[in-house]
């Protein structure tokens, strides 16, 4: 895939998940692949050449590693500052808040520095790279976006009283 299109696949995936997280939502983590999209987006990122510079492979994999867990750390801030809750049906609920949005622009800022380390010492890093962070991001995020969910849950399904 051209390097544009991985762009652009990119910014639709942010734009969508983004837009769905300023409104209130329903989670829905039962019996769902919550880890589908960022497996997807893992797998595109690494299938081409290119993931790594070959001019640079010991830069690359580091800067590489430091985007990716960058990209697990924000996407765990993400979910961390998520408002969840759950309604009189006993379904949960999310919605961002302001703080989330602190934490959006917070990981992309972090990115935008690692781009420009890796641009100071020479090494290319491609919209792979940027593409692999992402699915880090997004699988933080909904493996704890779950996990809180599930701690939210009552573990019976029996009403109470009879």
């Known amino acids: 895939m ?3 299109l991985n762009v652009l696949v990119i910014v ?3 734009a969508l998940v983004v837009v769905r997280q300023l409104k209130p ?3 829905e983590t039962e019996g769902k692949r919550w880890w589908l999209l960022p497996a997807v987006l893992a797998f595109m990122a690494v299938r ?3 993931l790594i510079d070959d001019a640079h492979p010991t830069g690359s994999v580091v800067l590489l590693a430091v985007g990716v867990v960058l990209g697990l750390l924000t ?3 993400w979910a961390w500052t998520m408002r969840i809750w759950t309604n009189e049906d006993g379904e949960v609920w999310s919605a961002g808040r302001a703080v989330t949005a ?3 622009i917070a990981g992309a800022g972090l ?3 690692l781009y420009g380390a890796a641009a100071l010492a020479g090494v290319h890093m491609g919209s792979q790279s940027t593409m692999l962070t992402v699915a880090a991001t997004l699988l ?3 493996g704890t976006m779950a996990w809180r969910a599930q701690t939210l849950r009552p573990t019976y399904r029996v009403a109470a009283g009879g």
């Open 111 to 113: 990115r935008f520095a």
């Open 12 to 14: 639709a995936v942010i």
């Open 140 to 142: 933080a995020r909904t």
């Open 48 to 50: 081409e050449p290119g």
């Open 2 to 4: 051209s390097g544009s």
């Open 102 to 104: 602190v934490a959006w």
């Open 75 to 77: 996407g765990a801030a």
């Open 25 to 27: 939502q329903r989670l």
